[in-house]
Structure formats: structure tokens, C-alpha cells
């Protein structure tokens, strides 16, 4: 797939207010720096023990390097409590300036913004990763390496919180579906189709906005897609499709059978309902006979974006059960 001038995997930044968010690590501390651009950085195994050490969160103009723009590194080796395992954990690296690519262990686990050729600051933009369980090492030291690209004036990790955190109010996803979606702005008929080849397709980050992730430009109709394997055992079960906010209007479906929408797509009669839209938390029952058990089941989401920002911005994004659905909605309440 095409990558558009990033380098990220997973995650993406997600928004940080409607979260119940604990602080387990605290990260704003001294790291270390080291100007220039070398892949080796992010190995854990790297000896950086000859870098300069600087204050985290501070411009690295305010630790040494005055007129300073272009590639840094940032790394700090800490502690991961072995309590901590099980738990939703997020990684947040408040401001950035200008762009930059997270890894834990070597693994990369968020990306803001775009390096050139391509590049697209995204310094406005409050860092916050969700971290998958498994690049952690609970109980032994773990390694965050942070790839910093700054264009001009300040740069580094200038500002906010900087910690490991743990979320509250998480419903628990059977399937979770965040990370890299296949993406193509337009429309067209046959991209609801499990037959359809999306291997020329974009790769973008769910959730977030589009503009972040390479298309600042983009307004109008455009497709994501995923393949999501369930189990013979899960296919048993009433399954609840989650998409988060998704910012304006959208259509879902669900190997070719769509499956629910929110709001309506303008036409050349009308403007289409796009009105508050984008506040609405999707949720979409999946038929079971539409489910093809122990197999790949293909989820293609049709999106229309008025104007500003657009795409699946925000919230939970993945396969959860009924039970669970009802459980976390009547607590939410």
C-alpha cells in the first residue's frame, strides 16, 4: 500500500477529552538528544550513553541547540509496573514541533504530521498514543525513542504532560480495529465489494483526521476499508461494529451488506443531513448472517466531509459483543 509520506503504524492522536485518564509513568524528565537522523535510534539495544541530556518538555532550542531545525532524537529507558498489564495504556508526549514517530521497544505506536518530501507540520496537535500490550516489557525496563522533524522556529518536545497512562472508561473490544485502514478519497460503486483489490489503496491511521494524515486538502466523499478475521467461536455471539466520531456523514458495510449509516450524503436535489453529525458516537449491529465465520470479513465505510476536518476522528474503533455494548452504555450513561 501507498504510505503517503509517513512512517507510522500504530497509533494515531486521539482526543483527549472525553478520556478518564490516570498517569502511572511520569515521563517529563531528563532524556536523552541526539541531533541528526539515524534509523538505529530506535533500537532498545542502541547504546546512547555519549547523547546530551535535556529537560522533557522543553524546546531544544532552551537545551543547547539555539537556530536549530531539522532531525533530533529523543530516548528515555524507564520502568513499566507489572500492575499495569491488562490495562488500557496511553502514551502522551503533549506538543510536538513539527512532526514526529514514537517507538516502544523498536515499535512504532503513534505518528503525527509528515516528514518531507511531503512535509506537514502538526504542532497544534496534543500527542497521545494508545500503546499495544504486547511491545511492553511489564516489569523490566522499556525503551521510547522519538523521531523529531522541526521546520522552523522552536522545535523538540516543547510542551504538556508526558507520561504512561491508563484509561478508565474503556469498553473492552473483542476485535480491536484501530491502526492502519486502507484509503481512497472518491467514490465508486464497487468499493463496498469483497472482491474488490485495495492493495493501491492509501494507508491511513483510525481515528484521526484525514488532514493530519496527509490529506489536508480533501473534501467530499472518500472509503476506508478492513479485513477483520472472527472466530467460529465469536460468530456465536451478537456483535456490535464501533466506529467512533466520524466527521460528517457515512454509510457501512459489512462484506458488501450495509449495515447502518449516519446522516445523508448531499445529492444534486439536496444538501444531504450532515447537521451535528460528527458528535455522534457510531455504533452498528452486524447482522449475523452477513458474519463469514473463522474467515475475513470485510468492513468499508463510504464518508462525506462537508468542509475543515473530516474522515473516523475519534473514539473506539472495533468488534465488541452486545452484552458488552449494553454494559459500558449503561455506565456511560
Not at 86 to 110: C, E, M, P
Not at 157 to 171: A, E, H, N, Q
Not at 269 to 287: C, N
Request: proline fraction near 4%; aromatic fraction near 14%; charge should be negative.
Amino acid at each position: 500500500m501507498i504510505r503517503t509520506g509517513f512512517y507510522f503504524l500504530l497509533f494515531y492522536c486521539v482526543s483527549l477529552a472525553a478520556m478518564d485518564l490516570k498517569k502511572e509513568v511520569e515521563l517529563e524528565c531528563r532524556w536523552r538528544i541526539e541531533i541528526g537522523d539515524d534509523e538505529a535510534y530506535k533500537n532498545p539495544r542502541y547504546n546512547d550513553s555519549h547523547w546530551e541530556g535535556t529537560k522533557v518538555p522543553n524546546s531544544w532550542e532552551n537545551e543547547g541547540f539555539p537556530g536549530y531545525n531539522g532531525y533530533a532524537w529523543y530516548r528515555i529507558s524507564f520502568e513499566i509496573p507489572k500492575r499495569l498489564k491488562g490495562k488500557k495504556l496511553y502514551l502522551k508526549l503533549g506538543r510536538i514541533d513539527d512532526v514526529d514517530t514514537a517507538y516502544l521497544n523498536g515499535n512504532v505506536v503513534g505518528s503525527s504530521g509528515s516528514y518531507p518530501p511531503d512535509y506537514q507540520t502538526a504542532y497544534q496537535v496534543d500527542r497521545l498514543y494508545p500503546v499495544d500490550e504486547k511491545f511492553i516489557n511489564f516489569g523490566r525496563i522499556n525503551v521510547l525513542a522519538v523521531r523529531v522533524f522541526d521546520d522552523h522556529g522552536e522545535g523538540g518536545i516543547v510542551r504538556g504532560d508526558c507520561g504512561l497512562y491508563s484509561r478508565k472508561d474503556i469498553i473492552h473490544l473483542e476485535i480491536d480495529m484501530n491502526g492502519y485502514w486502507a484509503f481512497m478519497p472518491g467514490d465508486e460503486a464497487d468499493w463496498k465489494s469483497t472482491d474488490f483489490n485495495d492493495t493501491k489503496w492509501h494507508e491511513i491511521l483510525v481515528p484521526a483526521e484525514w488532514e493530519d494524515r496527509g490529506f489536508r486538502e480533501l473534501d467530499g466523499i472518500a472509503w476506508y476499508r478492513k479485513n477483520v478475521r472472527i472466530s467460529r467461536k465469536l460468530a456465536k455471539e451478537k456483535l456490535i461494529l464501533l466506529l467512533g466520531k466520524i466527521n460528517d456523514v457515512d454509510e457501512v458495510y459489512f462484506n458488501g451488506v450495509l449495515i447502518g449509516q449516519t446522516g445523508r450524503f448531499p445529492t444534486e436535489k439536496d444538501d444531504g443531513d450532515i447537521q451535528d453529525k460528527k458528535k455522534i458516537d457510531r455504533a452498528y449491529f452486524i447482522p449475523p448472517d452477513a458474519i463469514r465465520p473463522g474467515r475475513d470479513n470485510l468492513v468499508a465505510v463510504r464518508v462525506y466531509d462537508a468542509g475543515r476536518t473530516g474522515g473516523i476522528f475519534d473514539g473506539d474503533v472495533g468488534i465488541t459483543t452486545r452484552e458488552e455494548y449494553l454494559r459500558f452504555t449503561k455506565r456511560n450513561k
